[in-house]
């Protein structure tokens, strides 16, 4: 199919499934089409930029752009358009794809189900359903974009499963790169030690082709891996060798009682696929994944609330009305007005933990789980952490070169049960792709489709599981290799 034919398809079906809100802002059609046919134009002249030169890409809204608002699905910030343009958004438009739209997410990207916005929820329909059913978060409309073919690829933002857990709920393929192999400048920060830019497509090597392109060092960014680093690790596994038999290792503390047993199907059935090409299949344990959710739910509100101090309506932000109130006073009715109740909760929640009196309870505490959960990563993976100043720490033969986990415990929830739910139990819903954020982790999620009484895959009828690949830090194209290898298990 022709690139301006690919356009033409993608924009009708922004009409189409417009109801389920996964865009909050485009630009004109004409606009979008003008920029596609001067693509295949360059196609056809042999002038091609890229592999995604002509492709619409859409973005979530929490990430700049100069030309479209950004919004962050926030009321504080409606109608803000940024000065400047992110580094990921520079990149893709110079390797010519073109920007479809900005997409829905929840309020600052906290959230799991994308319904903090002030755009209202992205929704998510299933097959013959009425009632939709949650499209994950915060990367919801990122996520329905792509799968509901209003774009060719999405970018999101990976806190500690923003990217993955709706690509699980929708059934596409969701990256969360290493941290720092993508610049964030440019990114409205959530919590900087943690906020990764991640990738959605519906095929692994569309979100390659993306991830190419985007990925590399900026000064702009003090948190992106400069070139010297990016060599280091590059050499660490080059020694390490390329290895078409694998060992993947499953973790025992990922087999919760949450655990669905149609998803806990889908995991063991991959197993046995993989075991069946070759790949040796080994038991691993992870003992700090059970307190890795409640360190990530001290550390990231805690930078939330000193990121977010920034929203008072004096640098950053609408003011609202004090009828000639005190400054303090106009200060509180502009945060209060303008950010949801799920941002104030995470505020307090993270003031109170950086607080004279609860600092070292909480948030140092946090900070030592942190460097265990990775110490316990570092010491199942056969390749060394390429930038750990310790040596010879996996020289084991029983270490793993992956690791192969559900990414989510459970099939999307009818939005309307949301409502019903406490915040503990949606914050439970990252319990399997926090740990990995912690460590900085490259991971990738894959839908595996299977019927409803069996793993093989049925079309007509059929669950979309979501199987998480983790692999050791800076080792992402490892995460490549496996899911193009699954993926073609159920083209065949």
């Known amino acids: 199919m022709s690139i301006l034919r690919q356009a033409e398809r993608c924009i009708a079906n922004h009409k189409t499934f417009e109801a389920l809100n996964a865009l909050a ?70 390797a010519g794809a073109v920007i479809a739209g900005k997409t829905n997410l929840d309020e600052f990207g906290m959230g799991s189900h994308s319904t903090h916005s002030v755009f209202g929820p992205v929704k998510n329909v299933k097959g013959d359903r009425t009632d939709p059913v949650s499209a994950g978060g915060s990367s919801g409309g990122s996520a329905i974009a792509v799968a509901t073919g209003q774009c060719f690829a999405a970018l999101g933002t990976d806190t500690g499963g923003s990217v993955r857990l709706p690509a699980a709920y929708t059934g596409v393929v969701g990256f969360k790169p290493s941290y720092g192999m993508i610049s964030r400048y440019g990114v409205v920060a959530y919590a900087n030690s943690l906020d990764t830019v991640g990738i959605l497509a519906r095929k692994s090597s569309h979100v390659k082709q993306v991830f190419d392109i985007i990925k590399g060092f ?7 891996l400069p070139t010297r680093s990016r060599t280091r690790i590059a050499e660490n596994i080059g020694n390490h060798g390329s290895k078409k038999q694998l060992r993947i290792g499953v973790p025992l503390e990922y087999n919760i009682a949450e655990l669905e047993p149609k998803v806990r199907e889908a995991w063991l059935c991959t197993l046995e696929r993989l075991q069946d090409q070759g790949h040796c299949i080994c038991q691993v344990s992870l003992p700090a994944t059970k307190l890795a959710l409640s360190a990530y739910y001290v550390i990231a509100p805690a930078e939330a609330s000193s990121n977010l101090a920034r929203y008072d309506t004096v640098r950053y932000g609408k003011q609202g009305t004090a009828n000639g109130s005190a400054a303090n006073v106009l200060y509180a009715i502009s945060r209060g007005h303008g950010l949801g109740e799920e941002v104030k909760r995470r505020i307090l929640l993270g003031a109170y933990t950086l607080s004279a009196g609860a600092i070292d309870n909480y948030f140092l505490q946090a900070q030592r789980i942190r460097r265990i959960v990775q110490r316990d990563f570092d010491s199942v993976f056969a390749l060394q952490r390429p930038l750990s100043k310790l040596k010879g720490q996996n020289s084991a033969s029983n270490r793993v070169d992956i690791l192969l ?23 439970s819903d990252d319990v399997l792709t926090v740990p990995s954020s912690l460590a900085g982790l490259p991971a990738m999620s894959i839908p595996i489709r299977m019927a409803r009484n069996s793993c093989i895959k049925a079309p007509d009828d059929e669950l979309v599981a979501g199987i998480q690949i983790i692999a050791q830090y800076g080792n992402d194209d490892i995460l490549f290799q496996v899911a193009q290898t699954l993926e073609s298990e159920h083209e065949d």
């Open 218 to 224: 900026d000064d702009h960014d003090p948190t992106c």
């Open 405 to 427: 986990t559900p990414s989510v415990p459970s099939f999307p929830y009818p939005l309307a049960s949301l409502a019903n739910r406490s915040p503990v139990d949606t914050y």
């Open 25 to 94: 802002s485009r630009p004109q059609s004409s606009q979008l089409l003008l920029q596609a046919q001067e693509a295949a134009n360059r196609i056809s002249s042999g002038q091609v930029k890229s592999p995604i030169d002509g492709q619409l890409v859409a973005v979530k809204d929490n990430i700049c752009t100069a030309d479209q608002p950004t919004t962050c699905a926030s009321n504080i910030l409606g109608g803000f358009r940024s000065p400047y343009t992110a580094t990921v958004i520079r990149k893709l438009q110079e």
